[in-house]
């Protein structure tokens, strides 16, 4: 299927790794021009040149820590200037800090999760969003988790911000759609990436157990029998990017291998 995409300019946060990487490879074997951020400004020099010469598409990068105000600011600046135009975001800033409510209920610990989750998303697609419904066309799509459906133990502030942040996409999603803009996201369950690694490690050291115990406890988990991958996410994320598209909107979309057993997720 052709998804449309040649040409298109896509703005993919978080691209060093995991996901975001994933995402970023996908829309180039589509043709989009690629900003690509993050805040290694060496993973993004070396996968900006994998991509063209791959590819054959337009990819610069800017790093910096979507969870400051005044980064953003710089980052959306620098994306105009390179490109004028953004057709494509897909927000994807990581998760907040593990732990149970009473290890990540301080001020700072909250307010950080709150910048990281909530805020840097909300701000990337104000500076974007804009552009897009002046041009009657434009995707957003969040990376999100399952946990906005069923809350995950061990991710307090996952489970709280993530979903509020899902309740604001399906409200922007209403009031842009007749602009041609669609808003969604993708909730992504247990996947192979050091975010991953970094929550075995630390439910393990809870639990006082092997890493690799859980790890394997999640994967058994899982109808589909394995963790998924970060390019099977990406494909869900390129979908929803496509022009093929165009009548999907405010959906918060589960690609978990089957895990989730609601009828509605």
């Not at 897909?90 to 307010?111: H, I, K, Q, Y």
Request: with cysteine.
């Amino acid at each position: 299927m052709d998804y449309g995409l040649t040409g298109k300019v896509a703005v993919v946060c978080g691209a060093s790794a995991g996901m975001g990487r994933a995402v970023a490879e996908a829309l180039a074997r589509e043709g989009a021009d690629l900003f690509l951020v993050a805040r290694r400004e060496d993973a993004l020099a070396a996968l900006s040149g994998e991509l063209r010469r791959a590819h054959g598409v337009k990819v610069l990068f800017s790093a910096g820590d979507l969870a400051r105000n005044e980064e953003t600011s710089r980052i959306l600046k620098e994306q105009f200037e390179a490109f004028g135009q953004a057709d494509i975001l897909v927000a994807n800033a990581g998760g907040p800090p593990s732990g149970t409510f009473e290890a990540v209920s301080t001020e700072e610990m909250l307010r950080k999760g709150w910048e990281l989750t909530f805020m840097s998303t909300v701000r990337m697609i104000r500076g974007i969003l804009p552009g897009m419904r002046e041009r009657k066309w434009g995707r957003i799509v969040a990376i999100t988790s399952v946990s906005v459906f069923e809350p995950i133990p061990g991710l307090a502030l996952s489970n709280a911000y993530r979903p509020g942040l899902t309740g604001l996409l399906k409200t922007i999603a209403t009031e842009v759609a007749a602009d041609g803009v669609t808003v969604n996201s993708v909730c992504p369950g247990y996947t192979a990436t050091e975010r991953l690694e970094e929550l075995a490690t630390a439910t393990a050291r809870r639990e006082g157990r092997s890493a690799e115990d859980v790890s394997a406890e999640w994967a058994s988990s899982i109808p589909a029998g394995h963790l998924g991958r970060p390019e099977e996410i990406a494909e869900a994320v390129t979908f929803l990017c496509s022009g093929a598209a165009s009548y999907i909107t405010g959906v918060a979309l589960p690609v978990d291998g089957g895990r989730l057993k609601g009828l509605l997720a």
